[in-house]
């Protein structure tokens, strides 16, 4: 298992923008969002993470999120806030959050994004906003250690 923290804000994946030009339609992203990739895929290449190049992944990705003013200022909620134990049930999505790391980190943690498997998410408000990003080499097959029998009869 590797972890890996990016160090500032998560940002959610945007919309893809549109315009015509010389009457052909042209679909880009908008310089922020390019901007943001480039740096997270920085500071995991800065990690000294090795790629895997072949077999499935498991990914388990945690947003922790800045929280708004008025969530800050409730006396009950201080603690929970100071030790990342409140959930965010706002938008942006989750997914769009997931999108924007996979794109940065495909072709650095793993060579395609095809190859995970597995994929866990969760947004947590606090203080110090950042992205961790753990990363698991998962066996090709999945074994089933409940089913310790082994069938010996022969078919005759």
Same mark, same amino acid.
């Given at each position: 298992?590797?972890? /890996?923290?990016?160090?500032?804000?998560?940002?959610? &994946?945007?919309?893809? &923008?549109?315009? /015509?030009?010389?009457?052909? /339609?042209?679909?880009?992203?908008?310089?922020?969002?390019? #901007?943001?990739?480039?740096?997270?895929? @920085?500071?995991?290449?800065?990690? @000294?993470?090795?790629?895997?190049?072949?077999?499935?992944?498991? #990914?388990?990705?945690?947003?922790?999120?800045?929280?708004?003013?008025?969530?800050?200022?409730? !006396?009950?909620? &201080? $603690?929970?806030?100071?030790? $990342?134990?409140?959930?965010?049930? !706002?938008?942006?999505?989750?997914?769009?959050?997931?999108?924007?790391? %996979?794109?940065?980190?495909?072709?650095?943690?793993?060579?395609?994004? @095809?190859?995970?498997?597995? %994929?866990?998410?969760?947004?947590?408000?606090?203080?110090?906003?950042?992205? $961790? /990003?753990?990363?698991?080499?998962? $066996?090709?097959?999945?074994?089933?250690?409940?089913?310790?029998?082994?069938?010996?009869?022969?078919?005759?």
């Amino acid at each position: 298992m590797t972890m /890996i923290t990016i160090p500032m804000p998560p940002k959610p &994946q945007s919309r893809p &923008q549109s315009t /015509i030009r010389r009457g052909r /339609i042209l679909v880009y992203e908008e310089n922020p969002m390019t #901007l943001y990739k480039r740096r997270v895929a @920085g500071w995991v290449y800065e990690s @000294g993470v090795s790629k895997i190049v072949t077999g499935p992944v498991a #990914l388990t990705l945690r947003f922790y999120i800045a929280p708004p003013k008025y969530l800050a200022k409730v !006396k009950k909620r &201080q $603690e929970a806030l100071k030790n $990342e134990q409140i959930y965010v049930d !706002k938008k942006p999505d989750a997914d769009n959050y997931v999108k924007a790391i %996979l794109d940065a980190i495909n072709g650095i943690v793993y060579k395609d994004d @095809g190859q995970v498997a597995s %994929l866990s998410a969760v947004k947590l408000y606090s203080y110090n906003p950042r992205t $961790e /990003i753990e990363v698991t080499v998962l $066996e090709a097959e999945k074994r089933n250690d409940t089913d310790t029998t082994t069938n010996t009869s022969d078919k005759t």
